[in-house]
C-alpha cells in the first residue's frame, strides 16, 4: 500500500504512489508536489493516481504554508508610514497624527510640520511647493501626479470620490476603479480602502472574502489596520487563537485598538495574560521608538487647544507671544495665521447669537498700535 514520504532535501525519496526511486542514469526524476511540497512522484500518471488518497493531508499543508506566510509577513510597516523629514514611523492613526500634502503626496508628522512652521516656513516642509489655500488648487495637484501614474495620488483621488470630498461629487463606483488601478500600481493604503468598500458594500456588491484578501495582502506589506480588520474578523468566526496572533502583530507596530482587544480577549478568558503582557510591552516599544522633542511639543499644543477644538459654537484667537503668531479659529478648526512681530497686550471674545450664527470680535495691541476689530461669520 502507498503511502505519503515527507521530502527533507528535495532530491532524496521514493515516488509516493509506486515506491520507485531516482536511478544513478537519471531515467527517473523525481518531482516535488507543486502544491504542499510534502511528497514526490515519478510522473503524472502515479500523481493522479495517488491524489485521492493524499488530497487531505496536501489540503492540511497548503494552508499550514499559507498560514506560515501570513503571520512571517508584514511585521514591519511599509515606507509611507514613516516621515520623510525625521524619518521615524507616524503614530497610528496616522491621520491625527501627520498632514498629508498634496503637492508630493507625502506624509509629514505634526512635529515636523509644527518644526518648519515655528522656522517661518509657510509652504510644503518636504518639496517646498506653496501650500494650495482652495479646494481647486488642491484637486489641481492631485490630478497632476494622477496623470503621472502615481499610486499615492490615485489612491488619494479615490479617497476624494468616495467621500465626495475637493468639490467632487460623490461617486463610489469611481472611487473603487480609482482604488483598484492604484493598489495595482502598488499603493497599499489602495488594497485597505479596498478591503473597506468591500467589506462595507459601498462601490461594489458586498463581499468579505473579497474583503479579507485584500486586507491580506495589505497586512503582508504591513498595513497595520489591515492586520487588525484580519483579527476581528477571525474573532466573529471565533478562532480566537488566530485573532490573536493578528493583534499581536498590529499592537507592536502601534495599533492601540489591537492592544485593547488583547485585553478583552484575556478578560473573558479566549486569551492568555502572558499574550496581553506580550501586546502591551510591543506596544509601548512601538510608541516610544515614534516619539521626538517636535511630536511632543506638537501633541502638547494640540492638547492645549483641545477646548476650542472640542466645541462646536466656539470662534476665536490663540496668540503666541513667545512664537508671535496669531492663529484665527472657527467652530475649533483653525482659518489661518497671522504672523511678524506680534507683541504686547491682546484680547478676545466670542460672541453667539440666538440664531446660533457665531462670531467673533478681536483687538490686538501690536507696539500700542491697535489693530483695527475684524469679525469672522
Known amino acids: 500500500m502507498s503511502r505519503c514520504i515527507a521530502v527533507d532535501d528535495g532530491s ?60 512571517s ?59 494650495a489655500d482652495n479646494e481647486a488648487d488642491t484637486l489641481a495637484m492631485i490630478q497632476t501626479r494622477v496623470a503621472k501614474k502615481d499610486p499615492v495620488a490615485i489612491n488619494n483621488l479615490g479617497n476624494s470620490y468616495f467621500r465626495g470630498g475637493l468639490g467632487l461629487q460623490k461617486d463610489m463606483r469611481g472611487a473603487v476603479e480609482l482604488y483598484t488601478e492604484a493598489a495595482e500600481l502598488g499603493s497599499i493604503e489602495a488594497l485597505y480602502n479596498l478591503g473597506n468598500a468591500y467589506d462595507l458594500g459601498k462601490g461594489v456588491q458586498q463581499d468579505m472574502a473579497k474583503a479579507v484578501e485584500f486586507w491580506t495582502k495589505a497586512a503582508m506589506e504591513g498595513h497595520a489596520g489591515s492586520r487588525h480588520n484580519l483579527g476581528c474578523i477571525e474573532a466573529e468566526r471565533g478562532n480566537y487563537n488566530r485573532a490573536v496572533i493578528h493583534w499581536l502583530i498590529s499592537a507592536k507596530m502601534g495599533a492601540k485598538d489591537s492592544v485593547e482587544n488583547i485585553k478583552r480577549a484575556f478578560m473573558e478568558g479566549v486569551g492568555t495574560k502572558e499574550q496581553y503582557a506580550e501586546a502591551l510591552k510591543g506596544y509601548q516599544d512601538a510608541v516610544e521608538e515614534m516619539k521626538s522633542h517636535d511630536r511632543d511639543e506638537a501633541s502638547a499644543l494640540r492638547r492645549s487647544r483641545g477646548a476650542l477644538e472640542g466645541q462646536e459654537k466656539v470662534a476665536g484667537l490663540l496668540l503666541d507671544l513667545d512664537e508671535g503668531t496669531l492663529a484665527v479659529y472657527k467652530n475649533g478648526k483653525r482659518l489661518g495665521v497671522m504672523q511678524k512681530g506680534l507683541s504686547g497686550e491682546y484680547c478676545w471674545m466670542i460672541q453667539v447669537d440666538n440664531t446660533g450664527r457665531h462670531m467673533c470680535s478681536f483687538q490686538v495691541l501690536v507696539e500700542k498700535a491697535t489693530m483695527p476689530a475684524d469679525t469672522c461669520e
Open 12 to 71: 532524496a525519496g521514493v515516488c509516493a504512489n509506486c515506491g520507485k526511486g531516482s536511478d544513478a542514469a537519471g531515467t527517473v526524476k523525481l518531482r516535488n508536489c507543486n502544491a504542499c511540497r510534502l511528497v514526490k512522484y515519478c510522473g503524472v500518471d502515479c500523481q493522479r493516481a495517488h491524489r485521492k488518497q493524499h488530497k487531505k493531508a496536501c489540503k492540511q499543508r497548503v494552508a499550514e504554508l499559507k498560514d506560515e506566510q501570513l503571520y
Open 73 to 131: 509577513q508584514g511585521h514591519e510597516r511599509p515606507e509611507g508610514d514613516f516621515c520623510p523629514i525625521c524619518t521615524l514611523p507616524i503614530p497610528l492613526p496616522m491621520r491625527e497624527h501627520s498632514v498629508f500634502m498634496e503637492c508630493c503626496m507625502k506624509r509629514i508628522c505634526n512635529g515636523c510640520a509644527m518644526a518648519s512652521f515655528k522656522r517661518g516656513m509657510s509652504d510644503c516642509a518636504f518639496c517646498r511647493t506653496t501650500t
